[in-house]
């Protein structure tokens, strides 16, 4: 019972952390929407193919506020950075709309088609 409230909490602080991250610039919501750039497992964006410079630089920048935030909860959370994003993936993993690409640990890119889930077996 201690571990799920634990990893709750860690799941609140997470949303807390992405939200802001979340609010990408246009460069990045187009890419998101055309599939060319979609979240994964390991709690950060990443790219379907090779991207241009100035979406390379709009997404690098979003991956580096939220490791920023990562690190600073994870501190806080005593976990590790790596668990705390990885934890983070849960809730953007949940916020991907049909149509979006994403990418689990054991797999390659692939299209939400619907409402089905597509986290990790570790998000419960």
Excluded at 42 to 48: A, M, N
Excluded at 52 to 73: E, F, P, W
């Amino acid at each position: 019972m201690m571990n799920l409230f634990k990893t709750s909490l860690i799941a609140a602080a997470a949303l807390a952390v992405a939200a802001p991250a979340l609010a990408a610039d246009p460069v990045v919501e187009q890419a998101l929407s055309a599939g060319k750039v979609g979240e994964q497992w390991d709690g950060y964006l990443g790219f379907v193919s090779p991207p241009s410079g100035d979406l390379k630089a709009a997404v690098d920048a979003i991956n580096i506020k939220r490791r920023a935030g990562y690190t600073q909860v994870a501190a806080a959370r005593n976990v590790t950075v790596d668990q705390f994003a990885q934890t983070t993936a849960c809730q953007t993993l949940r916020a991907v709309k049909p149509g979006q690409v994403y990418k689990l640990k054991d797999g390659g890119w692939q299209t939400r088609k619907g409402s089905e889930s597509i986290t990790p077996d570790y998000c419960g």
